[in-house]
């Protein structure tokens, strides 16, 4: 996964649970590695199949997805 650029996956309906710690080995989703760390993954509702874009440089106002916050950073 390239730093600073989102996420782009197709995802199916159902829940998903993203990584916030930035510990998992199957980014973007999470697979457990955030327990004892007191961080927790982001949970959500996934409603239609659809293409989602999801965080990696930790700066966006709409986590865990991507609001193009990381074209600010150099
Ligand atoms: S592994 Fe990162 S939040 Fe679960």
Known sequence: MEKNRPCIILEQPGTRYYC???KSGTQ???D???KGSGLHPWKVEI???KKVA???C???KKLPFCDGAH????
């Open 20 to 22: 916030a710690c930035g």
């Open 32 to 34: 457990g590695s955030h």
């Open 47 to 49: 409603e239609t199949e």
């Open 54 to 56: 999801i965080c990696t």
């Open 58 to 60: 930790g700066i966006s």
């Open 71 to 74: 074209k600010t950073l150099g």
């Open 28 to 30: 973007p989703h999470c």
